[in-house]
C-alpha cells in the first residue's frame, strides 16, 4: 500500500505534546529564528535577491517564519516557496511510496539568486542532498545556503547547515521531534 | 482367456449384496455365498457394483493431437474412470469422415485394449457443415458407425440436418447435434451471456443460441421421423423444449455432461481458461433444471464431453483459449456427489444414466447390460464411502485442463472390468 | 495500492484520493522546463501492445520517461498465438529480460489478470479488451474533478456516459469509479448497445441506464461520448450511422442543451460526425485536451506508486 499523502493533523487531535524531554519550547524557536534571520541579513548583506525554499512538511512554515521576520527588520518581503523532495530521495525503494508535497517556485524562479533551504532538523544530510538534486531540475541559483532549526549531528554525507537554530547533541537511537503551531497545534522540540 | 474372478460382497446398484464370478468374458454367477474354489478373490465389501459405464462424447485426439492425449491414454483415462466403452468424436485431425479413418480409430482402441472405442462419425465432410461425410460406408465398415456428429460445431444448416437425420434412417444411425446456432454464438462466444459476460466483457454464448437449435431440431425429427441426439444440453430452455418433444413422441435423447450438473459461469469470473467449455458453464438456475432434468428422465444420460488440451493450448488470453476440459476420470464421483448424495438418483438410476441408456442410444452390443448372469461381464466398483480428492497431476490423461482440481467428489472408482478382465484395481490401472 | 492495477476494483477511495494528489503534482511538473523526475531511476518499463494504441501508449511511454524509468515499446500485434506461441510464453520471454512493469494492451478481455499471474513484475492494464481500462478512467474523474473544483467534488454529480457500452472498456472501468467517487452515473445507449445483464449489474453498483439521452441529458453535469466503431453497423447493432447520430450523438442541437460549464468528455479517438459533432468536440466546455495532459500526470502517479516504493513481496 502506498501511504496517504501527508496532511498535516487535524489542530484539536495533535495538540498532545510529544513524549520526551523539551530541549525547545516556543520562546526558545521563536529565538532561534530571529537570530537565522539576522545572519541571513548579515550574510547576504541585506535581503536583495534572496528566495527561501522551505522542504515540506515543516521546513515551509519555518521559511515562512522567517520570511516575516525580514520583513520586521528590513521591511522587505522576501520570496518565500516551498520544494518538495519525496521523488528524488535515495530511500525511496525502502519505504512504500508516498505522495509528493506541492513544490512551489516564487515567481521570479530560482535562476541568479540566493536560495536558502530551511529545513528543521539536519540529520544524515540526504534530505539536504535530495533537495539539491530537485533544485537542479528546477532551474539555477547563484548561491544556495541552508538553514535548519535543530543540528543534531550524524551526518553521512558532506553536507553541514549556514545556520543552525540549535545544535543537539544526540544519539542515533534517539528520536528528536519537531511540532509546529501551524501544522501541529503545538509547538516545541523534544528529544527521547 | 482370463481368469476366473471371484467378487465378494459387492452392492450391486446399491441395494442387494451379492457375489459375482467372472469366467470367459462373462458373469458366470451372481449370488450370495459363491464358492471361491480356483477364483482369484477380489473383495467388494462396502462396494457399489454398477454395469461398465459408457461415455456417448469423448474427445481422445489422435490422430492429430497427440500432445493433448492418443487413444491409448484416453482409454486408460476411461478405465481409471470406470468406463468400459466411449464414443471417440469425429473432430481429429483428420476428420472420422470415412470407413478408413473410422476403423483407424477402432483399432487403435482395441490395441489399447481398455475399453471399447466406438469412432463417432462426422456428419459432413471435414466438418465443413456442407456436403454429408460417407455416412453409410463409415456404418459398414468394421466400425459400423451408428452416432454421428460434428460436436465442436453444429450442423447449422437446416437442409443439411433434415437430409443427415433422413440418411441415418436407413441403418438406425443418430445425429448428436452439438447445439449452437452460428449466428447466435459465433466462434469468439465464450461466456455464458448475462451479467457476467457483460462485466467481463466477454463474448457472450447466449442460452437462446442452443436453444432454438434444440427447438428445430426436434421438429426436424419430427418432420423426418427420424431420431436425433441433443449433445450437451446447458440450459433449462433446451430441458423444456425437450420435455415438449417427449410428451409429443418425438424420438429425441440427451446427455448432460458432468460440468454442467455442477460448476457455474461465475467461475470464469477470473479468467481462468480451465474453466472455458463449450456450451459454456451456465447460471445455478440452469444447473438445477439440468439435474432434475436428468433425475425425472428428460435428459437420458450423462456424457463427459472430455476434452483434453495441451497446457499451450490453454495458456492463452481467455477468448483465445481452447474450449474444452477433462472428464473421464471424474465423471462418476461428480454425478456420485450431485444426483445421489442430494438424494435425486439412486445408483440404478446412475447405472440407467451412465450405462444402459447411453448404450442403447449408441447401439452397442455388449454394454450397458443388467449385472445378470451369462452377461458380459462390464462393470464397475465404487466406494461411495471414500471421497475423491481431485489431483490433476493425478490424472493419467495426457492433459491437465482440469477443472475439479482440488475439489472432493461424492465417491471414488476401485475397480473397471471389460469381459471379465480388471482394467483398473484399487483405483489404478492393472 | 497493490502490487498491479487491473482493475478499478482494485483500487479504494484512499488509493484514488493518492493517486490524484500524486497526479496534480505531476501535472506541475508537465509546466517545468525540465520534466524530468529521478523516482523511477534504473526501472524498467515495457509497454506491451498487442493492439494498436498511439495515444495510450505515448502517454504511458511519456510518463515512465518523466520519471526516470527506462521505457521500451513492444508491439506484439499480428498475435503470436498465430505462430503457435502462448500468451505465456510470450510475456515470459519478455518478463525474462528484468523488467520492473509490463505495461499491457490487449484486444482479448481479462488478458492483464492473466499476465499478472505469469509474471514477477507490476502489471498495468492498458486496456484489455471489452472489459477495463482503468487508467483511463483515473484521467477522466481527475479530469472531471478539477473541472468540479477539487478533491470530493464529484460527489452527487450527474455523469452521463452515452454509446457502444458493450464494447467499451472505457465505460467498464468509468462506471465503477464514478460510482465510488460518489458521481451519480446514468449510462446512456440503444438496448443493442447496453452490455448483457446491466439491469441486475447496474442495481448492485448502483448507476442508472436509459435508452433517451435527451431525457438524460438536461440533468447532466457531465457528459462522457464513447467511441462507436463503424463496423458495429454490420453486426446489427444499429440500422445506421445518420439513425445512430439522431438518437445517440451529441449533436449541436444537443450542445445547446448542455449548460456552458457541463465538461463534455472523449476517451478518443473521436468519430467527428458520429457520436460527436465537430461543435461539440471544440467547444469551450470540451475536455479532450485536457484528458489527454491529465493521462500523462495520471499515467506517472500510477507508476509512481506501484514502482517506487519498497518492493512488493
Known amino acids: 500500500m502506498s501511504a496517504p499523502p501527508q496532511e498535516p493533523p487535524a489542530t484539536s487531535a495533535a495538540a498532545d505534546a510529544p ?104 540529520y544524515s544530510g540526504r534530505t539536504v542532498r535530495s533537495a539539491l538534486d530537485a533544485m537542479n531540475d528546477l532551474g539555477r541559483p547563484d548561491v544556495v545556503r541552508l538553514a535548519v532549526l535543530v543540528d543534531r549531528g550524524h551526518r553521512e554525507l558532506p553536507i553541514r547547515a549556514d545556520h543552525v537554530g540549535k545544535n543537539l547533541p544526540s544519539a542515533r537511537t534517539e528520536r528528536v521531534m519537531v511540532r509546529l503551531e501551524e501544522l501541529d497545534g503545538i509547538e516545541g522540540v523534544w528529544i527521547r | 482367456m482370463s481368469d476366473t474372478i471371484l467378487v465378494k460382497g459387492a452392492s450391486l446398484y446399491g441395494a442387494t449384496t451379492a457375489d459375482l464370478l467372472l469366467r470367459d468374458g462373462v458373469l458366470a454367477e451372481v449370488g450370495p455365498g459363491l464358492s471361491d474354489a480356483g ?28 500432445d493433448a492425449e492418443t487413444i491409448l491414454t484416453g ?55 456442407e456436403e454429408l461425410a460417407e455416412l453409410g460406408l463409415m456404418h459398414r465398415s468394421r466400425a459400423r458407425v451408428t452416432v454421428f456428429s460434428d460436436d465442436g460445431r453444429c450442423v447449422a444448416d437446416p437442409r443439411v440436418m433434415r437430409r443427415a437425420l433422413e440418411y441415418v434412417k436407413a441403418f438406425g444411425g443418430v445425429v448428436s447435434q452439438h447445439s449452437q446456432d452460428p449466428s447466435l454464438a459465433g466462434p469468439t462466444s465464450c461466456c455464458h451471456e448475462g451479467e457476467l459476460s457483460g462485466r467481463l466483457g466477454l463474448p457472450g454464448w447466449p442460452g437462446v443460441a442452443e436453444e432454438v437449435i434444440v427447438a428445430r431440431d426436434v ?10 441426439h441433443v449433445a450437451h444440453a446447458s440450459t433449462a430452455g433446451t430441458v423444456e423444449v425437450l420435455r415438449w418433444a417427449k410428451a409429443q413422441g418425438i424420438d429425441v435423447t440427451a446427455e448432460v455432461t458432468p460440468h454442467h450438473l455442477l460448476l457455474t459461469t461465475d467461475l470464469l469470473a477470473g479468467y481462468d481458461p480451465t474453466f472455458k467449455v463449450n456450451p459454456p458453464l451456465r447460471p445455478q438456475e440452469d444447473v438445477d433444471a439440468l439435474r432434475a432434468a436428468l433425475a425425472d428422465g428428460t435428459i437420458d444420460a450423462v456424457a463427459t464431453d472430455h476434452a483434453p488440451h495441451a497446457r ?104 473397471t472390468f471389460l469381459r471379465g478382465v480388471p482394467t483398473v484395481l484399487d483405483g489404478a490401472l492393472v | 495500492m497493490r502490487k498491479h492495477l487491473l482493475s478499478i476494483d482494485d483500487l479504494s477511495v484512499d488509493d484514488v ?85 509490463l505495461v499491457v494492451r490487449h484486444p482479448a478481455s481479462g ?70 467517487l460518489g458521481a451519480e452515473v446514468t ?12 439491469g441486475s449489474w447496474s442495481r448492485e453498483v448502483g448507476f442508472a441506464t436509459s435508452y433517451d439521452l435527451d431525457e438524460v441529458l438536461p440533468k447532466a453535469d457531465a457528459v462522457m461520448m464513447l467511441r462507436v466503431q463503424r463496423e458495429r453497423m454490420s453486426g446489427g447493432y444499429f440500422p445506421s450511422a445518420r439513425e445512430y447520430t439522431v438518437g445517440y450523438g451529441l449533436t449541436r442541437d444537443r450542445l445547446r442543451v448542455l449548460g456552458p460549464d457541463v465538461p463534455i468528455c472523449h476517451p478518443g479517438p473521436m468519430n467527428r460526425g458520429l457520436e460527436i459533432a465537430a461543435d461539440a468536440a471544440d467547444a469551450a466546455q470540451s475536455a479532450v485536451l485536457e484528458q489527454v495532459s491529465a493521462g500523462v500526470a495520471i499515467r506517472m502517479a500510477i507508476l509512481y506508486h506501484l514502482l517506487a516504493g519498497e518492493e512488493t513481496p
Open chain 2, 39 to 66: 477364483a482369484r478373490v477380489v473383495d467388494a465389501d462396502g462396494l457399489v457394483a454398477l454395469p461398465g459405464l459408457v461415455d456417448l462424447h469423448t474427445h481422445l485426439r489422435e490422430p492429430g493431437r497427440e
Open chain 3, 111 to 180: 488478458a492483464a489478470l492473466q499476465v499478472s499471474q505469469w509474471v514477477d513484475a507490476s502489471v498495468v492494464n492498458a486496456g484489455d479488451g471489452t472489459h477495463e481500462h482503468p487508467s483511463q478512467a483515473l484521467l477522466d474523474a481527475y479530469t472531471l474533478q478539477r473541472r468540479f473544483g477539487g478533491p470530493g467534488s464529484l460527489a452527487g454529480r450527474h455523469v452521463a456516459i452515452v454509446g457502444d457500452l458493450t464494447h467499451s472498456r472505457v465505460f467498464r472501468s468509468n462506471v465503477l469509479l464514478l460510482t465510488m
Open chain 3, 17 to 101: 484520493t493518492t493517486l490524484f494528489t500524486t497526479a496534480a503534482e505531476m501535472h506541475d511538473v508537465q509546466h517545468r522546463q525540465v520534466k524530468k523526475l529521478p523516482a523511477l531511476r534504473g526501472r524498467t518499463i515495457i509497454n506491451l501492445f498487442f493492439e494498436d494504441s498511439t495515444r495510450t501508449r505515448s502517454s504511458f511511454e511519456i510518463a515512465g520517461k518523466w520519471l526516470s524509468a527506462d521505457t521500451i515499446n513492444i508491439a506484439a500485434k499480428g498475435s503470436s498465438a498465430s505462430k503457435g506461441e502462448s500468451l505465456r510464453d510470450t510475456v515470459l520471454t519478455i518478463a525474462a529480460m528484468g523488467v520492473d512493469a
Open chain 3, 187 to 198: 449510462v446512456v445507449a440503444p438496448p443493442t448497445l447496453m452490455p448483457s445483464g446491466v
Open chain 2, 75 to 129: 482409454s486408460q483415462a476411461a478405465a481409471v474412470g470406470g468406463f468400459t466403452a466411449v464414443l471417440a468424436m469425429a473432430n481429429t485431425s483428420p476428420v472420422t469422415d470415412t470407413a478408413e479413418a473410422a476403423e483407424r480409430v477402432l483399432d487403435l482402441g482395441r490395441a489399447a485394449g481398455l475399453v471399447d472405442v466406438h469412432p463417432v462419425g462426422a456428419v459432413t465432410r471435414g466438418l465443413g457443415g
Open chain 2, 219 to 228: 421438429m426436424l425429427a419430427r418432420h423426418t421421423g427420424s431420431r436425433v
Open chain 2, 312 to 415: 499451450h493450448d490453454k495458456e492463452h488470453a481467455f477468448v483465445d483459449a481452447a474450449f474444452g476440459m477433462l472428464g473421464l476420470e471424474t465423471a462418476l464421483p461428480v454425478v456420485a456427489s450431485v444426483m445421489v448424495d442430494s438424494g435425486l438418483m439412486t445408483w440404478t438410476d446412475v447405472a440407467r444414466v451412465m450405462s444402459s441408456t447411453p448404450a442403447a442410444i449408441a447401439g452397442l452390443e455388449g454394454q450397458g447390460r443388467p449385472l445378470e448372469v451369462g452377461q458380459p461381464a462390464n462393470f464397475v466398483l465404487v466406494d461411495p464411502a471414500a471421497p475423491l480428492t481431485v489431483d490433476r497431476d493425478a490424472s493419467v490423461s495426457l492433459s491437465r485442463n482440469n477443472p475439479w482440481h482440488g475439489r472432493t467428489l461424492g465417491a471414488s472408482v476401485v475397480a
Open chain 1, 19 to 122: 513524549e520526551g524531554r523539551v530541549v525547545l519550547d516556543a520562546r526558545d524557536i521563536a529565538r532561534a529564528l530571529t537570530r537565522i534571520a539576522h545572519e541571513l541579513l548579515e550574510r547576504n548583506k541585506g535581503a536583495g535577491d534572496l528566495v527561501l525554499l522551505g522542504i515540506p512538511s515543516r521546513g515551509v512554515p519555518l521559511a515562512h517564519r522567517i520570511a516575516a521576520r525580514i520583513k520586521e527588520v528590513e521591511g522587505v518581503e522576501v520570496p518565500v516557496g516551498a520544494l518538495d523532495v519525496t521523488m528524488y530521495r535515495d530511500d525511496l525503494r525502502r519505504h512504500p511510496a508516498r505522495s509528493p508535497h506541492p513544490t512551489a517556485v516564487p515567481p521570479g524562479g530560482v535562476d541568479g539568486r540566493t536560495v536558502v533551504l530551511v529545513d528543521d532538523v539536519l
